[in-house]
């Protein structure tokens, strides 16, 4: 399907593809104003959270080296992990992420640069090994820093203080996410996701406004569709653009929304009229996923099959069933469709009547009739939920100790807008207040993909030593201060 289109939707994509904008940065403090011995360590700090690569000036004192500098370099995106190890590490996610190596330098002076482009603020440099007749200079650490995002677009937001910080590190985070695409986390996974793109697409409408980006974007995934046409959860681009084989139901649905928010943003109707056919695809592939008499979707205890949060213990067949609708209904703004409006109406009243808890205001979900705030939030957007009953059941959710939390920033932008939907901008600030200034409160110069206020160690893979500490979809909270939604 569409495969006579792909060449050409590639072809768009690669002409698209961003020139980087390059800044030389050097070290505020840390550089060593002595020569090193053998088990010296020096912390280089940045200053502020860069992506790109390193280079070292580095000589010597003493005789002519007679042996290797053997060094440990580890580049960290904020403090926390310059104390952690891989020491015990056996989670399912490749520990390769952990951003250290270790270089032997036989010839001094030289000037050595990373081959591996790295996202951090501080470079902490260990050394293993020197001999006893030389000792080591660092005269100069020089970071070839590179960014798709014009930072002379935007304005610095004034007014409250916390605010205003909220803000400029949210940008940070969506500045770095910003190279050839935009990336989900420039150290973890560097790659294009779907759910990531769509909350990176919406900052960068208020923000950066780089618009081509999100095109070139809209059209990798395009792309890389499968035969059927539906779209991977996440691609790669090197050495070739190529679908990675993980497919998720929500992620190939918000290609629809995705489309839809970049043409109002932009005005390019006509991106948005080439690739709607592909966008309508996604529902009809869903459809098999449906009970043609029950009209409510089948669930399913395959790792990842619906992503909504990384809460592992989240059911998420109602969420399922409330993406899938609002999907639609962003399907719906861009083409007219009777028919599709009626299935809307069937499987909205259907989840209502099988999911619905009137009693206690909740929606419940899977056999097990699970409570999770994710399950609120989604009845809110998709509106199975209005009015006062849309209300209510967030209400209810916060007043409920049992219901499973959230855990993700990319979630809690999801609650958020739902507070906002429902009239609780009040709440809303207050709940983005709340949660990314605790992040603040730690010291970050960018938001993390993982953050749970009461467990430091949040982490589905199994360690916080390979999460992602600058996480693309963790930026948008300048979209909610820039855009008015949170305004009364
Ligand atoms: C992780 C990444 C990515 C996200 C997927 C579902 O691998 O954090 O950002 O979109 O999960």
Request: charged share 20%; proline share 5%.
């Amino acid at each position: 399907m569409f495969e006579n289109r792909k060449k050409e939707w590639l072809r768009i994509a690669h002409s698209l593809k961003p020139t980087l904008q390059h800044e030389t940065v050097r070290p505020v403090s840390g550089l060593p104003g002595h020569a090193l011995t053998e088990n010296d360590s020096v912390i280089l700090d940045f200053g502020n959270h860069y992506v790109g690569h390193l280079t070292l000036k580095l000589s010597s004192q003493g005789s002519h080296p007679d042996a290797p500098a053997w060094l440990s370099v580890k580049f960290c995106e904020n403090e926390r992990e310059l104390g952690e190890t891989l020491e015990g590490y056996n989670g399912w996610i490749s520990k390769g992420w952990v951003q250290q190596e270790q270089i032997h330098i036989d010839v001094l002076p030289t000037q050595y640069s990373f081959p591996r482009r790295y996202a951090f603020r501080y470079v902490k440099i260990d050394i293993l090994a020197l001999s006893s007749k030389y000792q080591l200079v660092i005269e100069d650490a020089v970071l070839d820093a590179t960014t798709s995002a014009d930072s002379s677009r935007i304005a610095p937001l004034s007014g409250d203080p916390l605010d205003t910080a909220i803000d400029r590190i949210a940008l940070r985070t969506l500045h770095s996410c910003m190279q050839d695409f935009f990336e989900d986390g420039p150290k973890r996974d560097r790659r294009l996701w779907l759910g990531d793109l769509r909350l990176q697409a919406l900052t960068n409408s208020v923000a950066y406004q780089n618009f081509d980006l999100v095109k070139r974007c809209l059209y990798l995934f395009a792309a890389v569709s499968d035969a059927d046409g539906r779209i991977p959860a996440c691609l790669f681009t090197e050495p070739e653009v190529e679908a990675d084989d993980t497919y998720m139901f929500d992620y190939s649905l918000f290609f629809i929304p995705t489309l839809w928010q970049y043409a109002m943003a932009s005005g390019d109707q006509e991106t948005m009229e080439d690739l709607l056919p592909l966008a309508l695809r996604q529902l009809e592939l869903a459809d098999a996923q449906f009970d043609p008499c029950t009209h409510l979707i089948q669930d399913s205890d395959v790792l990842g099959w619906c992503f909504v949060d990384w809460a592992l213990p989240l059911n998420k067949q109602f969420c399922a069933q409330a993406i899938w609708i609002y999907c639609a209904n962003a399907a719906l703004k861009m083409k007219p469709d009777p028919a599709l409006k009626e299935k809307i109406a069937l499987r909205k009243e259907a989840a209502i009547r099988h999911w619905y808890d009137s009693k206690q205001h909740l929606f419940l979900s899977g056999a097990a009739r699970q409570i999770s705030w994710a399950s609120q939030v989604w009845a809110v957007l998709s509106g199975i939920a209005e009015g006062e009953m849309a209300s209510a059941c967030l209400n209810a959710v916060s007043a409920c100790p049992d219901a499973l939390p959230m855990v993700t920033p990319y979630m809690m932008h999801h609650y958020a807008e739902a507070l906002c939907q429902v009239g609780h901008r009040q709440q809303a600030r207050q709940v983005i207040r709340e949660y990314w200034g605790a992040m603040v409160a730690q010291g970050a110069d960018t938001f993390f993909e993982l953050f749970n206020p009461d467990n430091p160690d949040e982490s589905p893979y199994g360690s916080p030593v390979v999460n992602s500490f600058c996480h693309a979809w963790s930026c948008t909270p300048s979209w909610f201060l820039r855009s008015g939604m949170l305004n009364e």
